[in-house]
C-alpha cells in the first residue's frame, strides 16, 4: 500500500522556520523524483520545489533561497527546510512522488498545514 505522509506543519511567527517531512512507503522510494507543492486558501495548487532520484534540485523562483529540499533514501523520506516565513507562505503543504522511469506512476500525500502568523 502506497504512503506518503506528511509531518511537521504547524503555526509559526512570521521570520520563523519550520522542517516539513513526507514519509514514504509502498513503492521504491529511489527511483521517484519528490516534489513538495503549496495550497494557499482559494489558491491553485503550486509548485514549491523537487529532488530527483540523483539528488539534484528545483525550485520555484520566489522560494529560492527561502527553502531547502533534501532526501534520505534510507529512510525513505524528503525534508523540506522552510525559513525566514512570511504570512504568505501559509498553505497546505503536499508531497508528490513521480516515478522517473516507465511505467510512470505519481503519489500525493494528503497535507500538513502551515500557517505563519503573529
Known amino acids: 500500500q502506497v504512503q506518503l505522509v506528511e509531518s511537521g506543519g504547524g503555526l509559526v511567527q512570521p521570520g520563523g522556520s519550520l522542517r516539513l517531512s513526507c514519509a514514504a512507503s509502498?513503492?521504491?522510494?529511489?527511483?521517484?523524483?519528490m516534489s513538495w507543492y503549496r495550497q494557499a486558501p482559494g489558491k491553485e495548487r503550486e509548485f514549491v520545489a523537487l529532488?530527483?532520484?540523483?539528488?539534484?534540485?528545483q525550485y520555484a523562483d520566489s522560494m529560492k533561497g527561502q527553502f531547502t529540499i533534501s532526501r534520505d533514501n534510507a529512510k525513505n523520506t524528503v525534508h523540506l527546510q522552510m525559513n525566514s516565513l512570511k504570512p504568505e507562505d501559509t498553505a497546505v503543504y503536499y508531497c508528490?512522488?513521480?516515478?522517473?522511469?516507465?511505467?510512470?506512476?505519481?503519489?500525493w500525500g494528503q497535507g500538513t498545514q502551515v500557517t505563519v502568523s503573529s
Open positions: 509502498g513503492f521504491t522510494f529511489s527511483y521517484y523524483r
Open positions: 508528490n512522488a513521480r516515478k522517473e522511469l516507465l511505467p510512470y506512476s505519481a503519489y
Open positions: 529532488i530527483t532520484s540523483s539528488g539534484s534540485t
